[in-house]
């Protein structure tokens, strides 16, 4: 067999995006907050870039002089956490002039300082509370233990060589199981409820209630009521008083601690864009965000490059390097200000599509309008491509007069081809449902099904049950109430 080489050609097309469309791509996924926040570090990194609408800080001969004594004084310091605690405590300056109060922003602190300084109060010794520390924290954010204190004695014993008994790991667990927030130190939901209830006082709700959670969960938690009634030996107002009591205990005992109000701020969303409807029913669309206007520093422009160095009495080296870095600054900085315009008209484009297909719902703000719409059709409508829609629709929100949603929210298919109802229609019709039906005796999937079909949703048993997960609604037998 003879071997031979052989050459040929083939044609390949390949794209490439450019570092600049690349920016691009990413700045297009950024939400207003990432947004601004990539502004703040642009202007801090490129000298050339600067603020259209800053204002000196400078007072002509002409302007009137209101800065106070204390002002004057405290601007020597860089920010106010560098001002001394005298300045801020005594009163001891003029009546005209400004009182800065501190604001301190406290925490509850972690979970393990919130425990341990309760345990300090106890009669463990500092053996003990190093043993505890050790416990708690095996806790998971909600307060249950993730480990075993077998597994746990096996680690003091093997990682700092510390000899615990089975019944001194108990007592201290146990102590630990004392502490609040009740249910803290619970091996499971059932342990955790059980905890709460035995820290109420005796009654027969709660001594109901106890032994359900304690010898009936399993029933509890199905809602074979009927089976429970004849287990526990008890009536149906009892077992109704009892579901109360259990239902109003906490799940997640220690997932609020550490977290203060200034965490509760941090996490509240921003809207991207804002949708007005006049009295006329014309859409407005808008952009609220703190974006500023972007220019040229002066002394890097074009025309005064030559004048922003001493290029006569400077090494031909450093004249080419100051030349350089004043041009790639100043290239940067039109590159960055043409970014932003481009990101800036590109997401209103997007944003009016929406607007223009939903137009219903935005009068309305009724689920139900919503029309059938697709990644495609506002590609079409904008001539953009399908990857730069969802890219410009990622993590974006609209803040209507009524409530604010994610733009996904008016993402939604067709059921069928045939059905020309949208899916968000068909969930609201289908919540509705289940939000009409007797407590007592839930409707199945079949029974949603022909309810939908009456109301003129001709869908399978199967997409019934698909929408029905989708809105986090049980199967009946767990919907079903006393």
Same mark, same amino acid.
């Given at each position: 067999?003879?071997?031979?080489?052989?050459?040929?050609?083939?044609?390949?097309?390949?794209?490439?995006?450019?570092?600049?469309?690349?920016?691009?791509?990413?700045?297009? @996924?950024?939400?207003?907050?990432?947004?601004?926040?990539?502004?703040?570090?642009?202007?801090?990194?490129?000298?050339?870039?600067?603020?259209?609408?800053? @204002?000196?800080?400078?007072?002509?001969?002409?302007?009137?002089?209101?800065?106070?004594?204390?002002?004057?004084?405290?601007?020597?310091y860089r920010d106010e956490d560098e001002i001394p605690a005298y300045r801020l405590e005594a009163r001891n300056h003029s009546a005209d002039d400004r009182y800065f109060e501190p604001v301190a922003v406290a925490g509850d602190g972690s979970l393990i300082d919130c425990l341990m300084a309760q345990l300090a109060e106890t009669d463990l010794d500092d053996r003990q509370l190093a043993i505890a520390r050790y416990i708690i924290g095996n806790l998971d954010d909600n307060g249950y233990m993730t480990r075993t204190l077998h597994e746990i004695?096996?680690?003091?014993?093997? &990682?700092?060589?510390?000899?615990? /008994?089975?019944?001194?790991?108990?007592?201290?667990?146990?102590?630990?199981?004392?502490?609040?927030? &009740? /249910?803290?130190?619970?091996?499971?939901?059932?342990?955790?409820?059980?905890?709460?209830?035995?820290?109420?006082?005796?009654?027969?709700?709660?001594?109901?209630?106890?032994?359900?959670?304690?010898?009936?969960?399993?029933?509890?938690?199905?809602?074979?009521?009927?089976?429970?009634?004849?287990?526990?030996?008890?009536?149906?107002?009892?077992?109704?008083?009892?579901?109360?009591?259990?239902?109003?205990?906490?799940?997640?005992?220690?997932?609020?601690?550490?977290?203060?109000?200034?965490?509760?701020?941090?996490?509240?969303?921003?809207?991207?864009?804002?949708?007005?409807?006049?009295?006329?029913?014309?859409?407005?669309?808008?952009?609220? /965000?703190?974006?500023?206007?972007?220019?040229?520093?002066?002394?890097?422009?074009?025309?005064?490059?030559?004048?922003?160095?001493?290029?006569?009495?400077?090494?031909?080296?450093?004249?080419?390097?100051?030349?350089?870095?004043?041009?790639?600054?100043?290239?940067?900085?039109?590159?960055?200000?043409?970014?932003?315009?481009?990101?800036?008209?590109?997401?209103?484009?997007?944003?009016?599509?929406?607007?223009?297909?939903?137009?219903?719902?935005?009068?309305?703000?009724?689920?139900?309008?919503?029309?059938?719409?697709?990644?495609?059709?506002?590609?079409?409508?904008?001539?953009?491509?399908?990857?730069?829609?969802?890219?410009?629709?990622?993590?974006?929100?609209?803040?209507?007069?009524?409530?604010?949603?994610?733009?996904?929210?008016?993402?939604?298919?067709?059921?069928?081809?045939?059905?020309?109802?949208?899916?968000?229609?068909?969930?609201?019709?289908?919540?509705?449902?289940? /939000?009409?039906?007797?407590?007592?005796?839930?409707?199945?999937?079949? &029974?949603?099904?022909?309810?939908?079909?009456?109301?003129?949703?001709?869908?399978?048993?199967?997409?019934?049950?698909?929408?029905?997960?989708?809105?986090?609604?049980?199967? &009946?037998?767990?919907?079903?109430?006393?």
């Amino acid at each position: 067999m003879k071997e031979a080489l052989r050459q040929s050609l083939t044609q390949k097309m390949q794209q490439r995006l450019s570092p600049l469309q690349m920016r691009f791509v990413r700045m297009l @996924e950024m939400s207003e907050p990432e947004m601004e926040e990539e502004v703040r570090r642009e202007l801090d990194d490129n000298p050339a870039l600067e603020e259209a609408d800053r @204002e000196t800080e400078s007072t002509t001969d002409g302007d009137e002089f209101n800065e106070t004594a204390e002002e004057m004084q405290l601007a020597d310091y860089r920010d106010e956490d560098e001002i001394p605690a005298y300045r801020l405590e005594a009163r001891n300056h003029s009546a005209d002039d400004r009182y800065f109060e501190p604001v301190a922003v406290a925490g509850d602190g972690s979970l393990i300082d919130c425990l341990m300084a309760q345990l300090a109060e106890t009669d463990l010794d500092d053996r003990q509370l190093a043993i505890a520390r050790y416990i708690i924290g095996n806790l998971d954010d909600n307060g249950y233990m993730t480990r075993t204190l077998h597994e746990i004695q096996d680690d003091l014993a093997f &990682a700092i060589g510390l000899d615990i /008994g089975d019944a001194e790991i108990r007592k201290i667990f146990e102590t630990i199981r004392t502490l609040d927030p &009740a /249910g803290v130190g619970a091996n499971d939901l059932r342990d955790c409820l059980a905890l709460q209830l035995k820290r109420l006082p005796a009654g027969r709700v709660r001594d109901i209630a106890l032994e359900i959670v304690t010898h009936y969960f399993d029933l509890f938690s199905n809602r074979h009521f009927d089976r429970l009634l004849s287990a526990a030996g008890i009536n149906r107002d009892e077992l109704r008083e009892a579901e109360a009591l259990i239902r109003s205990l906490d799940p997640k005992p220690a997932s609020r601690i550490g977290e203060s109000e200034a965490d509760d701020r941090a996490r509240h969303i921003v809207p991207d864009f804002t949708v007005e409807v006049d009295q006329d029913e014309r859409i407005t669309v808008g952009m609220p /965000g703190n974006i500023p206007e972007l220019v040229i520093e002066s002394s890097f422009a074009a025309n005064a490059a030559d004048d922003s160095v001493s290029l006569s009495q400077s090494p031909s080296s450093r004249r080419s390097e100051a030349i350089s870095f004043i041009a790639r600054k100043r290239e940067e900085a039109s590159d960055f200000i043409e970014l932003l315009r481009m990101r800036r008209v590109t997401l209103l484009r997007v944003m009016e599509a929406i607007a223009i297909k939903q137009r219903d719902f935005f009068l309305t703000e009724d689920e139900s309008r919503l029309r059938p719409m697709i990644l495609k059709d506002i590609a079409m409508m904008t001539g953009y491509d399908l990857s730069v829609i969802s890219r410009a629709t990622a993590g974006k929100y609209v803040a209507t007069s009524g409530s604010i949603y994610p733009l996904k929210f008016f993402f939604n298919e067709k059921v069928s081809e045939e059905e020309n109802s949208s899916s968000r229609e068909i969930l609201a019709a289908l919540r509705e449902i289940v /939000g009409e039906e007797d407590p007592a005796s839930p409707l199945s999937d079949d &029974a949603i099904m022909g309810r939908l079909r009456e109301k003129g949703y001709d869908i399978a048993r199967r997409t019934v049950a698909k929408y029905r997960e989708k809105l986090a609604i049980p199967v &009946a037998r767990l919907r079903k109430k006393l």
